[in-house]
């Protein structure tokens, strides 16, 4: 069976600044094709354009030109409402700044989604539990932001993006600020929705151990596609280490970078 085209960028462009001598083109040019069950994930240096390519792609910022279509819709052509509601019936987000509402409780903070979808409180009850106990924080759901931890705050950011039902979930380093065991068991998560609900993801993340868990890498350097490997036929240990040399690749050219500088070579 063909797989269903969910979004298309196609020579996107994103430029910062209006003034002319204070311009940064954060995007030159990318194009990607996202098929359905797609588990992509985008590594690079930093300040190379994961984050604005990801916002570009997904609703959250308009590219300067190039087209984005989710569903075949162009997404410079909706308008504000249409991109919301279309937000919350089909996109998950999932930020390494949690954003979580410190005035409401974990419960509260993770229905904020359903609650603009207009769903009744039993509902809304019901599915915030389901995906509490998934994400085993059941105990934290009349507890307030403060009262969590780093790891658990993760967890419920995590949990208000897919208690919509996402089918396509766009992640930043979603466990940038976690450690290693709670990365893992955030992975597997991912990993089983991409596996066995057909769940779209493309996720930044600089771990290269974490990116061996998609199918798909994109490596992206200023502001353009550098590199893309997929992992196919390779097993995980084969896929990952590709992974780590196209990274290492990366570390070597700025270390020769450096040494030239240094010898005040240009
Ligand atoms: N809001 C902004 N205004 C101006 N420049 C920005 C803005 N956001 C990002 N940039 C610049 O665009 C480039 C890409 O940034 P970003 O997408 O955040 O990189 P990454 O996520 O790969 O670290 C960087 O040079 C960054 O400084
Ligand atoms: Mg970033």
């Known amino acids: 069976m063909e797989k269903k085209k969910i979004l298309q960028a196609k020579e996107v462009v994103k ?16 194009s990607l094709d996202v098929f359905e ?25 308009l590219p300067t030109s190039g087209s984005v279509k989710i569903n075949g819709t162009e997404v410079r052509t909706m308008g504000e409402i249409e991109i919301g509601r279309f937000r919350y019936e089909n996109l998950g987000f999932i930020f390494q700044e ?40 059941t105990a934290l759901l009349h507890k307030f932001p403060d009262e969590c931890s780093g790891g658990q705050r993760q967890r419920v950011a995590i949990a208000r993006a897919l208690v919509t039902n996402p089918k396509l979930i766009v992640a930043d380093e979603p466990t940038g600020n976690l450690d290693s065991k709670n990365s893992y068991e955030i992975l597997k998560l991912l990993k089983d929705l991409n596996e066995n609900e057909g769940v779209t993801i493309i996720m930044v993340t600089h771990d290269s151990m974490i990116a061996s868990y998609s199918k ?51």
Request: aromatic content about 8%; glycine content about 8%.
């Open 98 to 137: 949690f954003n979580l509402l410190g005035t409401l409780t974990i419960l509260e903070n993770i229905a904020v989604p359903l609650t603009l979808k207009n769903v009744s409180r039993a509902e809304i009850v019901s599915r915030v539990e389901a995906i509490a106990k998934k994400l085993e924080i």
């Open 216 to 266: 798909k890498l994109i490596y992206i350097r200023d502001g353009k596609i550098d590199g893309i490997i997929e992992r196919g036929d390779y097993t995980q240990r084969e896929y990952f280490y590709r992974i780590v040399e196209i990274n290492s690749q990366e570390s070597q050219d700025l270390f020769y970078e450096d040494r030239h500088m240094m010898e005040g070579k240009e």
């Open 37 to 61: 069950g797609d588990f992509i994930t985008i590594m690079g240096p930093s300040g190379a354009g994961k984050s604005t390519f990801l916002n570009n792609i997904s609703t959250i910022d």
């Open 15 to 30: 430029i910062y600044g209006s003034d002319p001598k204070n311009q940064v083109t954060a995007l030159d040019h990318v």
